[in-house]
């Protein structure tokens, strides 16, 4: 049986893939309300298909406790923040998880990590934890590092068929936690070292921010020279070696705008670019407010309360609000003791805003100003109801017009 440890955005759909695919599987959480919520047959967030891999998973078998099993396969998917201050990772999660599981676990057993870590936590906090249990407890355990590589809004579909890394010391660990990767993922399985795995999983995210803050820095250049930066990134793109990814409003989620810190954190000396690259995009929420400020005097809308933005999620299409730009922009017109601007978002109907509104057609009624920040399918099929407004589109996704203003 595979015990999955933390049943959020990774570990659930990880947990419901492994039961869909014949493995005895019980998923433990913490928090007695999201095993409440799964034992009564209802997920604790929307994500694509997933409603259909919950009812597999459910018909295989998948059981859910707040209890760590006695196993001999464990897979750890908690969270991995960092030290607002410090920017250092904030392991504690993952030690409070590998602590328990070492309590819990059979004589040899193997205890995956899954969740994002800056390169040297397990040789610094895991591993003394499962030497520990072989001088105290008597018991072999197996460390592995499979870092998970799934995109939000595309779970199922990438838990599947992306290519996956398992970091281990000890071989015959890696290729037993490969054949079960092996049971739902049809892509390549790469083994290597866990500190390999540590690294290439952080990079990767990093690597996109570094490219988005470039794209950032390219539509800061090219607003203040009148250019468009749509049309010059669709083209330089076209070179067969360049891939230049979207300017946008900032960077939010939980993994790009995080990891990255991880790296600063530890070699401060040696991160500059990276370093520069998080300014770059934790400047944008700052940076649309401004041009919030200067498209209200060029078209004479005096009243802030006139403003509203659309988008409260970090990415389009999901329920995620996780280190938004929108709440960040928020956030700054809080520091200013600025008004809060309106907001409204189709995928949100819980308050989490000052002046949120939860119906579409209210929320454009009282504003002349639409900053769109979030590329919802909604706002693209519902394009024609802002006619009226003047929009400023952080996502390019309307036709430029005297009426549309663009990052
Ligand atoms: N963004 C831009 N411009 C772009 C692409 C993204 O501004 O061209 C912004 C988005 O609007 C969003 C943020 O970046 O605010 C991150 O969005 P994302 O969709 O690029 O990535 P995440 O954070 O949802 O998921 C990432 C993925 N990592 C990579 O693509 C390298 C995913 O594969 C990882 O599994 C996940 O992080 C994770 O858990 O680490």
Request: with cysteine; charged share 25%; glycine share 4%.
């Given at each position: 049986m595979i015990n999955v440890i933390g049943l959020g955005y990774i570990g659930l759909p990880t947990a419901l893939m492994l039961a869909a695919n014949g493995n005895e599987v019980v998923g433990t959480d913490i928090l007695q309300k999201t095993v409440e919520n799964l034992q009564q047959g209802k997920l604790t967030f929307e994500e694509k298909n997933l409603d259909t891999l919950f009812k597999k998973a459910v018909d295989n078998g998948i059981q859910f406790s707040t209890n760590y099993q006695e196993t001999d396969m464990y897979i750890i998917t908690v969270p991995t923040p960092y030290d607002l201050k410090t920017k250092k990772i904030d392991p504690s999660y993952v030690i409070e998880a590998v602590k328990t599981t070492v309590q819990n676990a059979k004589n040899n057993s193997i205890i995956v990590v899954e969740s994002t870590v800056s390169p040297g936590t397990h040789d610094k906090f895991v591993k003394p934890i499962i030497h520990d249990a072989q001088k105290i407890l008597g018991k072999t355990l197996h460390l592995v590092h499979?870092?998970?590589?799934?995109?939000?809004?595309?779970?199922?579909?990438?838990?599947?068929?992306?290519?996956?890394?398992?970091?281990?010391?000890?071989?015959?660990?890696?290729?037993?936690?490969?054949?079960?990767?092996?049971?739902?993922?049809?892509?390549?399985?790469?083994?290597?070292?866990?500190?390999?795995?540590?690294?290439?999983?952080?990079?990767?995210?990093?690597?996109?921010?570094?490219?988005?803050?470039?794209?950032?820095?390219?539509?800061?250049?090219?607003?203040?020279?009148?250019?468009?930066?749509?049309?010059?990134?669709?083209?330089?793109?076209?070179?067969?070696?360049?891939?230049?990814?979207?300017?946008?409003?900032?960077?939010g989620g939980h993994c790009i705008s995080v990891d990255p810190w991880f790296l600063v954190g530890d070699f401060p000396e040696l991160t500059k670019l990276i370093k520069i690259s998080r300014d770059i995009n934790d400047s944008m929420p700052t940076y649309v407010l401004k041009k919030i400020h200067d498209i209200m005097k060029e078209k004479q809308i005096s009243d802030i309360s006139r403003v509203g933005l659309y988008g409260l999620t970090y990415k389009p299409n999901v329920d995620d609000v996780r280190e938004s730009p929108t709440l960040q922009l928020l956030e700054k017109q809080r520091e200013h003791l600025a008004p809060e601007l309106k907001v409204f978002d189709p995928y949100i109907s819980k308050k989490i805003a000052e002046n949120q509104y939860f119906n579409f057609e209210e929320f454009l009624k009282d504003i002349d100003l639409v900053v769109i920040m979030v590329a919802h399918e909604h706002i693209k099929q519902n394009k024609e109801l802002l006619n009226e407004k003047v929009i400023f589109d952080t996502q390019n996704i309307f036709e430029n017009s005297e009426k549309v203003y663009k990052l």
């Open positions: 499979a870092p998970e590589r799934i995109l939000p809004g595309n779970m199922v579909y990438e838990l599947e068929h992306n290519s996956r890394t398992i970091g281990a010391d000890d071989i015959e660990a890696a290729n037993k936690v490969k054949k079960l990767y092996e049971t739902f993922c049809k892509g390549e399985i790469v083994v290597t070292d866990i500190r390999s795995a540590e690294m290439s999983k952080v990079i990767e995210n990093t690597f996109r921010d570094v490219n988005i803050a470039f794209a950032n820095e390219l539509a800061k250049i090219a607003s203040y020279n009148d250019m468009d930066v749509y049309e010059i990134i669709r083209i330089a793109n076209k070179h067969p070696r360049v891939n230049i990814l979207n300017p946008g409003p900032g960077v």
